[in-house]
Nanobody, 115 residues
């Protein structure tokens, strides 16, 4: 079992920034690929960014150049730095861990971009 706890969601104005955090419960955190997903209001969940256990990052086209995913294995934490936020970034953001025993999800954190 892996428990994931997201934090950092908030209400922010367009053009603003937020940093989301996802803390994992397992000490072998460095073995997992980690990802961030989001579910906009009334839409399906979509991939935002993913980082491999080797630190290789991939991004959705809609966030490329604005969002940065990173991981701190010593703290068992993955981050999503979000800059130049747009109203269409409004969503519940979820953390995901990919392990040899399966996939685990956090409970989500709300990000609202509005003036």
């Amino acid at each position: 079992q892996v428990q994931l706890v997201e934090s950092g969601g908030d209400l922010v104005q367009p053009g603003g920034s937020l940093r989301l955090s996802c803390a994992a419960s397992r000490s072998i955190f460095s073995l997992y690929a980690m990802g961030w997903y989001r579910r906009p209001p009334g839409k399906e969940r979509e991939s935002v960014a993913r980082i491999s256990n080797g630190g290789v990052a991939n991004y959705a086209a809609s966030v490329q150049g604005r969002f940065t995913i990173s991981r701190d294995n010593a703290k068992n934490t993955v981050y999503l730095q979000m800059n130049s936020l747009k109203p269409e970034d409004t969503a519940v953001y979820y953390c995901k861990a990919e392990t040899s025993n399966g996939v685990y999800w956090g409970q989500g954190t709300q990000v609202t971009v509005s003036s």
